[in-house]
């Protein structure tokens, strides 16, 4: 029994030296590799995180593929990830985004098409509920590579940090 039990832990011992091929982690490749897994979550996983962390105004709901152009300007066309949210009754400009385009080309005009919203958006709020105002001081549309998101809502710095 004594025996079985040496072995066995030898066996342990072995397979996770054997596991780490003798390499040793840094506190930079761990970094990096946190970085990875960042930047590898998909959109509706970033929309989830979102939805969780930030607090919203008004029930919010997702923009679907038939609805998108009507809502932000541009069609799910050339686009290989993405999840919107737009606030359901209308009353409070809170809506954010993350689209993933084919082309570089295609993400550049998604970010004009977002811009161009949100500008209306303001003069839509400006009269109609003039108290939601301060969610336009700080929103923003951000690209990265062929990834551009976009964040109107009560703390804006949160929503680029899960967003971005």
Do not use: H, W
Not at 58 to 81: K, N, Q
Not at 110 to 128: G, V, W
């Amino acid at each position: 029994m004594k025996k079985t039990s040496i072995i066995a832990a030898l066996t342990a011992a072995l397979l996770l030296t054997g596991c780490s091929g003798g390499n040793t982690s840094s506190g930079a490749s761990q970094s990096s590799q946190a970085s990875q897994t960042e930047t590898a979550k998909t959109a509706a996983e970033k929309a989830d995180a979102l939805l969780a962390e930030v607090e919203f105004a008004g029930e919010m709901v997702e923009i679907d593929s038939e609805t998108m152009d009507f809502r932000l300007g541009f069609s799910t066309e050339g686009l290989t990830d993405y999840a919107a949210y737009i606030c359901g009754s209308g009353a409070v400009p809170d809506e954010f985004g993350v689209f993933t385009a084919d082309t570089a080309e295609r993400a550049e005009e998604i970010k004009t098409a977002l811009e161009k919203r949100i500008e209306t958006q303001k003069d839509t709020y400006r009269d109609y509920t003039p108290e939601e105002m301060y969610k336009f001081d700080d929103c923003f549309v951000k690209q990265n590579g062929n990834t551009v998101f976009y964040a109107v809502t009560a703390d804006n710095t949160k929503a680029a940090e899960i967003l971005g």
